[in-house]
Nanobody, 115 residues
Framework: QVQLAESGGGLVQPGGSLGLSCVASGISVRPYSMAWYRQSPGKQRELVALIGNRGNTNYADSVKGRFTVSRDNAKNTMYLQINSLKPEDTAVYYC?????????WGQGTQVTVSS
């Protein structure tokens, strides 16, 4: 059974930082790209950051310079370091693993940025 488990979300003040993790089980992530998405109420789910199997990265314009995606294939884990948080970053953050046959999603972790 393939599962993705996000963790690290929470309530943070504007300007603060959070580190999110996504641990995969039941599959090796090594051959695949992985991605972070987020979704706020009333908004479409948005691709935030992508990391390819060779370590190449892409970011949404809204998070460039503040978010850093990384991976540790030996730990079957993808990370998202979030700095300089803004209220508009408030969302549920989801881990995504697209494979040849199926696209897997985690349950999401809530990030709330508020003073």
């Amino acid at each position: 059974q393939v599962q993705l488990a996000e963790s690290g979300g929470g309530l943070v003040q504007p300007g603060g930082s959070l580190g999110l993790s996504c641990v995969a089980s039941g599959i090796s992530v090594r051959p695949y790209s992985m991605a972070w998405y987020r979704q706020s109420p009333g908004k479409q789910r948005e691709l935030v950051a992508l990391i390819g199997n060779r370590g190449n990265t892409n970011y949404a314009d809204s998070v460039k310079g503040r978010f850093t995606v990384s991976r540790d294939n030996a730990k079957n884990t993808m990370y998202l370091q979030i700095n300089s948080l803004k209220p508009e970053d408030t969302a549920v953050y989801y881990c995504n693993l697209p494979t040849r046959d199926l696209e897997y999603w985690g349950q999401g972790t809530q990030v709330t940025v508020s003073s």
